[in-house]
């Protein structure tokens, strides 16, 4: 049974920076592309990023393009999500999952980004 573990959220001003973290088990996690999707607050859920299994392409959303970053260590079982230069609209329980659409997500790490 898949188990993903977000941490790593938290309260951020603009422009700042945050790193999701996620902590994989239970499944063969480095054969999965992996995914990071998020929820702001009275809307869906919209995807973020991806990664493939090696770590060697990684896709994004246009709204998060050149400021946030996808990694992972197979190692460790581990993907990041490193996010820069953050934005009010940028605010949402982020979730990373085994598909575009939020499969097998974890609990979520929360991201307020406020002054």
């Known amino acids: 049974q898949v188990q993903l573990v977000e941490s790593g959220g938290g309260l951020v001003q603009p422009g700042g920076s945050l790193r999701l973290s996620c902590a994989a088990s239970q499944f063969a996690f480095s054969a999965y592309w992996m995914y990071w999707v998020r929820q702001a607050p009275g809307k869906g859920l919209e995807w973020v990023s991806s990664i493939n299994t090696g770590g060697t392409n990684t896709y994004y959303a246009d709204s998060v393009k050149g400021r946030f970053t996808v990694s992972r260590d197979n190692a460790k079982n581990a993907l990041y999500l490193q996010m820069n230069s953050l934005k009010s609209e940028d605010t949402a329980v982020y979730y990373c999952?085994?598909?575009?659409?939020?499969?097998?997500r974890g609990q979520g790490t929360q991201v307020t980004v406020s002054s």
């Open positions: 999952a085994t598909s575009p659409t939020g499969l097998n």
